[in-house]
C-alpha cells in the first residue's frame, strides 16, 4: 500500500510538471499567455487582421475598374489605423470602468465615467470638424493619436504606481474623451482626401463603417483574457501597443497634399448638402444609421 502511495505521487508530480501552463501568485496562468508564445500571437494577430483587411476592402471593388495600388495600400493602412485606435479606445474605457468600481465598489459612478468619456463630442466635435477643414487631416490624426498615447501612458504609470484614484481616473477619462472627439472628424475626412472618385468614395466608408465594432469585438475579447491572466496595468499596456500600431500605420500614409478650401454658406445650407450627399449613397447612409 505504502508503494502504491509512493508511486501516484510521483505520477502527479510528473503531470504538475509537464502541465502547459504555470502557477504564479496561485492564480492558473493559461499557455496562451507564457511569454514565449506571446509574441508569435500577437505576430500572427497582425497579420491575420491586415490580410483580412486587403480581403474585405478588394471585396468591395468586385467587377469593377482596378485601384491603384498606391490608393489601395492607403486604404488599407487607414482601415488599420481606424481598427487599432477604437480597440485602444475601447481597451481604456473598459479598464477605466474596472478600476472605477474596484475603487468605489459601486455601480453609481460608472455612469459618471461614461458620461465624462462621451460628453465632450457634445461640444468638441464641431471644433474638431474646422480643425480638420484647416490642416492637414493626416498630420492631426497623427497628432491625436500621439496625445491619446501621451494620456493612456499617464494611466498606466499611475496604476502601476498604485495613485490612480476615483478622480484622477474621471480627469482621464473627460481628456481622453476631448481628445477622441477632436480626432474623429480629421479621422473621417481623411478618406476624401485618399480616394478622389465619389462613387469609390462612398464604398469606403461603406467599408469602414463596421471598423468601430470590430475594434469593440477585438477589445472586449482582450480586455477579458488579459484581466483574468494578468492585471489592468497589462490591459493598459496593450492599449498602448495598439495605439502605437495606429500610430505607425498612419504614418506609412502616403497622399497628395490636400487642398484646403474653407467651407461657405450657412449651417442650414451645409447640412442639406450633406443630407443629399449621404441619400445619394447608400453604403455611407449605412454608415451614418448604425446603432451607438
Not at 469593377?64 to 477604437?86: A, G, P
Not at 481597451?91 to 458620461?115: C, K, N
Not at 505607425?248 to 478650401?261: D, F, T
Request: aromatic share 12%.
Amino acid at each position: 500500500m505504502g508503494s502504491f502511495r509512493v508511486r501516484k505521487a510521483r505520477c502527479d508530480s510528473i503531470r504538475r510538471r509537464d502541465r502547459p501552463s504555470s502557477f504564479m501568485n496561485n492564480q492558473l496562468i493559461p499557455y496562451a499567455f507564457l511569454p514565449e508564445r506571446s509574441g508569435k500571437m500577437a505576430r500572427n494577430c497582425a497579420l491575420t487582421i491586415h490580410r483580412l483587411l486587403k480581403e474585405r476592402i478588394n471585396s468591395c471593388f468586385s467587377g469593377e475598374k482596378s485601384m491603384d495600388r498606391s490608393i489601395l495600400r492607403n486604404i488599407v493602412l487607414y482601415f488599420t489605423t481606424d481598427i487599432f485606435t477604437f480597440v485602444s479606445v475601447w481597451m481604456f474605457g473598459l479598464t477605466a470602468s474596472y478600476l472605477t468600481y474596484l475603487a468605489t465598489e459601486s455601480a453609481g459612478p460608472l455612469g459618471l465615467v461614461g458620461g465624462l468619456f462621451n460628453i465632450p463630442f457634445l461640444f468638441f466635435s464641431l471644433p474638431g470638424g474646422v480643425l480638420a477643414d484647416r490642416h492637414d487631416r493626416r498630420r492631426m490624426v497623427i497628432f491625436f493619436n500621439f496625445c491619446l498615447l501621451a494620456i493612456t501612458c499617464a494611466a498606466f504609470f499611475l496604476q502601476v504606481a498604485k495613485s490612480l484614484h476615483f478622480t484622477l481616473i474621471l480627469a482621464i477619462c473627460f481628456s481622453y474623451g476631448t481628445i477622441w472627439a477632436l480626432n474623429i472628424p480629421s479621422m473621417l475626412g481623411l478618406v476624401k482626401d485618399m480616394v478622389p472618385d465619389p462613387k469609390d468614395f462612398s464604398r469606403v466608408m461603406g467599408a469602414a463603417a463596421s471598423n468601430g465594432k470590430i475594434g469593440q469585438l477585438i477589445a472586449s475579447a482582450a480586455f477579458g483574457l488579459i484581466l483574468a491572466a494578468y492585471s489592468p496595468a497589462a490591459v493598459l499596456l496593450l492599449a498602448i501597443a495598439f495605439n502605437i500600431l495606429a500610430t505607425v500605420s498612419m504614418i506609412l500614409v502616403r497622399k497628395k497634399p490636400a487642398i484646403l478650401s474653407p467651407v461657405t454658406g450657412t449651417v442650414r445650407e451645409n447640412l442639406r448638402t450633406g443630407l443629399g450627399y449621404v441619400r445619394a449613397h447608400p453604403p455611407y447612409w449605412s454608415l451614418s444609421s448604425l446603432p451607438p
